[in-house]
T-cell receptor, first 111, second 114 residues
Framework: SQQGEEDPQALSIQEGENATMNCSYK?????LQWYRQNSGRGLVHLIL?????REKHSGRLRVTLDTSKKSSSLLITASRAADTASYFC???????????FGGGTRVLVKP | DTEVTQTPKHLVMGMTNKKSLKCEQH?????MYWYKQKAKKPPELMFV???????INESVPSRFSPECPNSSLLNLHLHALQPEDSALYLC?????????????FGPGTRLTVL
């Protein structure tokens, strides 16, 4: 079963614009991670935010976490065509020992 | 070496065939995972190996049989598969065996069952 649900399911933007996607989850977590997947290939880890953190940055990526609302957002600033991919959030339960992935957001960045 | 490799990249098999998928990592990670991913869906966890022992089996049918010969290798043996088993099979590894940390994914094996 999916722990995280993401919205939107799909997003189309012009190069240079920002892209924002959201992830909601149901149970308490140790951390929340975001991954990128290019067209049927392996997933690449982008960023991990711990349950006691509220915001984290990595290059053009900004992740927020609101544990009271059980939600997270990923912002990609100044998007590039190379950012075209599917983005997944993944959570691990506080008592669990595995990652559960959200449904994913497909992002298309048009040149 | 921060790479997880998987072979083969593509596999086509009949329902009566026996085949194996292979995964290898040399990062010293003690946890290794198999995921199944259908098109436009998220990865679904199948198996977790921790310190070369099977720690999680997500109620996967017995036609899928995992094996961890040593800390660097993970195999998935396939037998009598069904067409609905066609999917991308992803292997991953992590330093932390409890899934709390970053997972490194291989490029996947695209499996087609005829």
């Amino acid at each position: 079963s999916q722990q995280g649900e993401e919205d939107p399911q799909a997003l189309s933007i012009q190069e240079g614009e920002n892209a924002t996607m959201n992830c909601s989850y149901k149970t308490s977590i140790n951390n929340l991670q975001w991954y990128r997947q290019n067209s049927g290939r392996g997933l690449v880890h982008l960023i991990l935010i711990r349950s006691n953190e509220r915001e984290k940055h990595s290059g053009r990526l900004r992740v927020t976490l609101d544990t009271s609302k059980k939600s997270s957002s990923l912002l990609i600033t100044a998007s590039r065509a190379a950012d075209t991919a599917s983005y997944f959030c993944a959570t691990d339960g506080a008592a669990g020992n595995k990652l559960t992935f959200g449904g994913g957001t497909r992002v298309l960045v048009k040149p | 070496d921060t790479e997880v490799t998987q072979t083969p990249k593509h596999l086509v098999m009949g329902m009566t065939n026996k085949k194996s998928l292979k995964c290898e990592q040399h990062m010293g990670h003690r946890a290794m995972y198999w995921y199944k991913q259908k098109a436009k869906k998220p990865p679904e966890l199948m198996f977790v190996y921790s310190y070369e022992k099977l720690s999680i089996n997500e109620s996967v049918p017995s036609r899928f049989s995992p094996e961890c010969p040593n800390s660097s290798l993970l195999n998935l043996h396939l037998h009598a598969l069904q067409p609905e088993d066609s999917a991308l099979y992803l292997c991953a590894s992590s330093q932390e065996e409890r899934g709390h940390g970053e997972q490194f994914f291989g490029p996947g094996t695209r499996l087609t069952v005829l």
